[in-house]
């Protein structure tokens, strides 16, 4: 099980510090959407050059030319590229088939999708590395997780890695690691506490010993 770090709310700079904070207990630096929307690639490129032995994900959320957007975030130095699960098929086919080329990887981020049993087990058959259950900010705020979605995912995914996020904090990472996803993404839970570091640290030690 591996630990995420997901970086929305900040600018370059900002987001390089926090990781240089947190950087020994995670294991994938992700380049939020609102991130790539106000920096556009570079983000991706520069947190790359920063912490070259990090995986960065590029939440790019895409929806339509899935080859083209998985080829210059890989360029950029994604390792991980997100695609919606809610696109059609030949958009997912496309964006694995590029993924392949560069050695990096796509996660099917699930946000909204109404039978998610059904739409997950189409997913895993395309060849997609992750399938993740996501809990968006406008539905976090109206008191919605992700929790049960991902027991959902667990029990009709064969092939494809699950993951999981919105609004994982602290107090809510135990049920979490309980389910077995094989990847945790985290973003305000590390971000908005006082102390990142001993955060991000207490959580990389949950999953280590879930994990063993
Ligand atoms: O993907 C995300 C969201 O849609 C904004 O782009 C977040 O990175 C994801 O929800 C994790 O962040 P938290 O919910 O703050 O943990």
């Known amino acids: 099980m591996k630990l995420q770090l997901a970086l929305d709310l900040v600018n370059i700079p900002e987001g390089i510090a926090v990781v240089k904070e947190v950087e020994q207990f995670v294991d994938v630096v992700e380049i939020g959407t609102p991130v790539v929307i106000n920096e556009g690639l570079r983000a991706v490129k520069e947190m790359k050059e920063a912490f070259p032995n990090l995986t ?18 890989s360029q950029a130095g ?27 990887e796509i996660l099917i981020d699930m946000i909204n999708i109404k039978d998610l049993a059904k739409r997950a087990q189409e997913v895993d058959a395309l ?12 539905l976090q705020a109206a008191g919605e997780t992700p929790f049960e ?10 092939n494809a890695k699950t993951a999981v996020a919105g609004g994982i904090k602290l107090e809510t990472l135990p049920g979490v690691i ?17 102390d990142k570091k001993a955060v991000a640290a207490e959580m990389q030690q949950l999953i280590q010993k879930a994990t063993v």
Do not use: F, N, R
């Not at 960065?56 to 975030?73: I, N």
């Not at 060849?127 to 993740?132: F, H, K, L, M, R």
């Not at 309980?178 to 006082?194: K, N, R, S, Y």
């Open 56 to 73: 960065v994900l590029a939440d790019l959320k895409v929806m339509d030319a899935g080859g083209y957007e998985v080829m210059v975030a």
């Open 78 to 104: 994604a390792g991980i590229v997100t695609v919606l699960g809610a696109t059609d098929d030949a958009t997912i086919k496309g964006a694995v088939e590029e993924a392949k080329k560069h050695g990096s």
């Open 127 to 138: 060849g997609v590395d992750y399938i993740c259950v996501h809990t968006g900010y406008d």
């Open 149 to 158: 979605q991902l027991k959902t995912i667990k029990s009709v995914v064969k």
């Open 178 to 194: 309980e389910a077995q996803p094989d990847l945790v993404i985290v973003g305000g839970g590390i971000t908005g506490a006082d």
